[in-house]
């Protein structure tokens, strides 16, 4: 597969002391692997064919974010709001194949697959050592169907939270 020129452009602008802004897009371009083009595995459970007609994939990725810090005597709190949107071509995935048995799949290129999404994040950091730190996260994932028709979008959320303590006495 010849690789193509995959340009990407970084933005990033600090609004003030406090809040940092940043925005990007990116191509990309991902090559069928020597499994997804020739592996041959059956077994009882399974039936997998490569696929030597695969085409690459190609992505067109845009993302963008805020950082805000609140910053007091004692303690600072981070807000980190964030979005992405992926448009990807021609991607590969592995899919059944019913028409050969129950257990029989193979690598085909999908018309389209997009993925938008986003995240936010907050931390909270006292100058004693504690961190405590929140996140929820939302991406939704469809398939173009053909015709330029998409599927209804599938949700998948994500909650993080995390807590640490830094003992500075001991140096820990």
Do not use: C
Not at 117 to 137: D, E, I, P, R
């Amino acid at each position: 597969f010849a690789a193509p020129i995959i340009p990407s452009l970084n933005i990033q602008y600090r609004l003030f002391e406090d809040l940092n802004v940043r925005v990007s897009y990116a191509k990309g371009f991902r090559a069928p692997s020597l499994k997804e083009l020739y592996l041959n595995f059956q077994d009882v459970n399974h039936d997998i064919t490569g696929n030597q007609d695969l085409l690459a994939e190609t992505t067109n990725s845009y993302n963008a974010s805020l950082s805000y810090w609140l910053k007091r005597e004692v303690y600072s709190i981070r807000i980190e709001p964030s979005f992405f949107f992926n448009d990807g071509k021609d991607v590969i995935s592995l899919v059944t194949t019913p028409e050969k048995g129950p257990t029989s799949a193979t690598y085909r290129n999908l018309d389209g697959q997009r993925h938008l999404g986003g995240n936010l994040n907050v931390t909270f950091k006292h100058q004693n050592g504690m961190t405590l730190s929140a996140g929820y996260s939302l991406t939704s994932e469809s398939f173009e169907d053909g015709d330029d028709s998409w599927s209804d979008p599938i949700r998948y959320y994500n909650v993080t939270v995390n807590a640490q303590y830094q003992f500075k006495s001991l140096g820990l």
